[in-house]
């Protein structure tokens, strides 16, 4: 602590501290401007968030789903609806199911002697390893499976550590009818000259006197049937079928004289409604872009220093800071050749084999209104022409991965959109990237730099204030002294 004034009666830490805020402006300058650069360095990442949410989404643009994707209608969807790829032909298929795919099934011929939650204590079981089989397909054969009763199980314990094994099998307790179901856990007939799942009656005494199972009551097991077009007629193991890059689901069995009638074409909606979203999403990214440039710079509004901020209300520091921050990025040559480099991506001709060379024979063009920036419209009855009469010409219109005149408008805004990221990254960096990685942070570092070295200075020059004027206050107390002894030698006379 220091304690000035004692002798001159002058309040010396006042004057110091004043002093000392005089020589404080040009490190407050630098504060704000390190604070200006933090500012503008987060403004160019937000640009580059909203570039990659765009990027992310040409992926989806450059896939023929997108564009060809098929919709399937069905005359009875209870009983057989699909889905279609989008190499599937457009076209009708008639399909009448005879027999549904089910799994095998065994169930208790009896009630069980023995409750879900009670012990298996019979001496007989305990300690005991049980066995039984399922088809392999691979392999082409039955398939052993085994299982151990450990002291304490109870039923419950048992069919779980059945069901969860890798055996195509699960086993529970139905407690109404109070019977064990023991089921494949899938459909089809895999074992063709016998049962599904095989046990040995004589040595498996668990699954025959306790769980009361009989093999040669197993139920199902069986494939699906189905009649294509009248004439072909397939098996399915499971109730779904893939035919010509159509799939179809069978729910119901149908009359063989009452088929089920599917439609393929093609989606036209959904390609419609996934352009329109990336349009969409391009005309966020633009109105994001110009807005950067239509901002007011204040000049007069300089980042607040920590004292300035002492002296306000947070509702000022916002409104503040909201004019402080207006601007920042107004005038930035990479977003105006960004800009200009999205829109030139989209007015190119696309010179390919197909029917569509540009944007605008499709129904997309640039809004009428120079406000908007170059922001994009769509004509939607005409793009939905172009996507039902021809969508592989408007899918290479769009994603025509090769070079030169025949890319595809995607395709040139991607290396667009991915050329001013890199720009901003090696202006602005990354969120982990160091401060020697990036042009603002080299500023910011060698700010940081002067920073400190100012700051170490002022403690010089406060010291040097503080020497300054602790001279003065003994030289006065020596005055005083002296004054003193000359009036008490005086006053002795």
Not at 52 to 77: G, P
Not at 469 to 479: L, V
């Amino acid at each position: 602590m220091r304690i000035g004034g004692l002798a001159s009666g002058m309040n010396v830490d006042e004057i110091i501290d004043k002093l000392m805020s005089a020589e404080r402006i040009p490190l407050d300058k630098m504060h704000q401007e390190r604070t200006k650069l933090t500012w503008k360095r987060d403004a160019f990442r937000d640009i580059n968030l909203a570039l990659k949410e765009l990027d992310d989404m040409i992926l989806d643009m450059k896939l023929s789903k997108t564009y060809q994707s098929k919709t399937v209608s069905s005359s009875n969807a209870n009983a057989v609806s699909a889905s279609a790829t989008t190499n599937a032909s457009n076209g009708t298929y008639k399909i009448a199911v005879t027999q549904l795919a089910t799994s095998a099934m065994n169930i208790s011929t009896q009630k069980m002697d023995i409750a879900l939650e009670d012990e298996i204590v019979d001496e007989q079981y305990v300690g005991k390893e049980f066995f039984f089989k399922t088809f392999d397909p691979e392999e082409g054969k039955l398939v052993q499976h085994s299982f151990t009763i450990n002291q304490g199980d109870t039923l419950k314990d048992v069919l779980k550590r059945i069901s969860d094994d890798d055996n195509h099998v699960r086993m529970f307790y139905d407690e109404q009818s109070q019977r064990v179901v023991m089921e494949t856990t899938r459909t089809g007939k895999y074992n063709e000259t016998g049962k599904e799942i095989v046990f040995d009656e004589n040595t498996n005494a668990f699954f025959t006197n306790v769980l009361h199972l009989d093999m040669e009551e197993e139920k199902g097991g069986t494939n699906a049937k189905f009649t294509y077009n009248d004439h072909l007629q397939l098996e399915s193991k499971t109730n779904h079928y893939t035919l010509n890059g159509v799939t179809f689901d069978f729910k119901q069995t149908t009359r063989l004289d009452e088929p089920v009638i599917l439609t393929v074409s093609h989606d036209v909606d959904q390609a419609f409604e996934q352009i329109k979203e990336f349009v969409d999403q391009y005309n966020q990214l633009v109105d994001q872009l110009n807005e950067t440039q239509r901002e007011k710079r204040y000049r007069n509004y300089p980042p607040l220093t920590d004292a300035q901020k002492e002296e306000m209300t947070e509702k000022q520091i916002e409104l503040w800071e909201e004019k402080a921050k207006s601007g920042l990025l107004r005038g930035e040559t990479i977003i105006t050749n960004s800009l200009y480099s999205m829109r030139r991506s989209w007015y190119g001709k696309v010179e390919t084999d197909g029917k569509f060379t540009s944007l605008t024979e499709i129904g997309i063009t640039t809004t009428q209104s120079y406000l908007d920036g170059g922001k994009l419209e769509i004509n939607e009855e005409k793009l939905k022409e172009a996507l039902k009469e021809d969508p592989e010409s408007v899918q290479k219109l769009f994603s025509n991965n090769v070079e030169g005149s025949s890319r595809g408008v995607i395709n040139r805004l991607e290396d667009s959109i991915k050329d001013t990221m890199k720009r901003i990254e090696e202006r602005a960096g990354k969120s982990y990237s160091t401060l020697e990685g990036y042009t603002i942070g080299k500023n910011m570092k060698d700010l940081n730099s002067r920073i400190d070295a100012f700051e170490k200075k002022l403690i010089s020059i406060e010291n040097r204030y503080w020497a300054q004027f602790t001279a003065m206050e003994k030289a006065i107390q020596r005055a005083n002294q002296q004054s003193m002894y000359l009036l008490s030698q005086f006053s002795g006379q």
